[in-house]
């Protein structure tokens, strides 16, 4: 096949999918007129009408969309058959685009990519912190490290890498101040301090006591785990968030774990990635510098840590 033919193929594939030629003249930086003349060429060559043309949209014919499907697969199988070969050569270079939990990126995430990217300097890094449910495949990423089970997606793969614990504790003054729980349901004496969620208080689960939740009271709410740390750390009440938010204040004494004989089993925290039959080396190299630096224990689980 000429190379002629390939681009031509790539051109009609960037149409439909950007869904007018102005779009995709846009995306491959030519004119609308030329994107035209392109698609008018392989029309005549192939002596098929791909697609119906109107002034306000654009469709595909029977022809077309036959046509579509099979050159989608080709240039599938040519990006494959590239990141097979990068694969080969071992070396992580390009922007590893990342989504990460806001909380767990900055205190725990990010110092792992600043380490990769002294090891790889062929490698840049693209970072979004966000706690939204973010589609990989649809918004380009390569990585997003999710905590809790993952929703089925069969275009996803996902890699365990550690382990979140979620821990009650509350600074020494206000112990000292209110007393020390014993039990769960010794929280209703106390002022709790409340993540929100997509606009809810998140529930504060035991052992023993999932259903229904411990009933909490508490005047204070909000959707910024740091901001309920620094509270926490003032006295203003009793905090319960993952252990990889808290092991700092924890270590200096600032906060004191509580209730700790009722503490749910921990959840998995993951790397998830878009299926492929070969990794880049960029996703791959990444992936396990993460595991290296979390197991056999992650950092904020980790009790010889200072």
Known sequence: MALGNINDIATFVTVVKAGSFTAAAQQL?????????IIARLEARLQVRLLHRTPHSLGLTDDGSVFFARC???????????????VRSATPVGTLRLSLPIGLGHRQ???VIETFLERWPAVSAE?????????????SFDVAIRVGEPKPDSRLIARTVATQRLITCASPAYLDRRGIPATPPDLTQ???????????????????FEQP??????????????????????????VTLPSYLLDAEIR????????????????????????????????????????DAWQPLPPWEDPSRQ
């Open 29 to 37: 930086g030519l004119t609308r007129s030329a994107v035209g003349k």
């Open 72 to 86: 989608t697969q080709i240039l599938d199988d040519l990006e494959e058959t590239e990141t097979a070969m990068a």
């Open 109 to 111: 995430v990010l110092p």
């Open 127 to 139: 970072v979004s912190f966000t706690d939204r449910f973010v589609d990989l495949v649809d918004e």
């Open 190 to 208: 106390h002022e709790c301090l409340h993540f929100v969620s997509a606009g809810r208080p998140q529930p504060w689960l035991f052992n023993g």
């Open 213 to 238: 939740p411990v009933e909490t009271v508490g005047r204070l709410k909000m959707d910024s785990a740091e901001a309920l740390i620094g509270a926490a750390v003032r006295g203003a009440g009793i």
């Open 252 to 291: 200096q004494d600032r906060l004191r774990p509580l209730l700790q004989s009722f503490a749910m089993d921990g959840l998995p925290i993951r790397a998830v990635y878009p299926t492929r039959r070969h990794l880049t080396p960029k996703v791959r190299l990444f992936i396990d510098h993460l595991v």
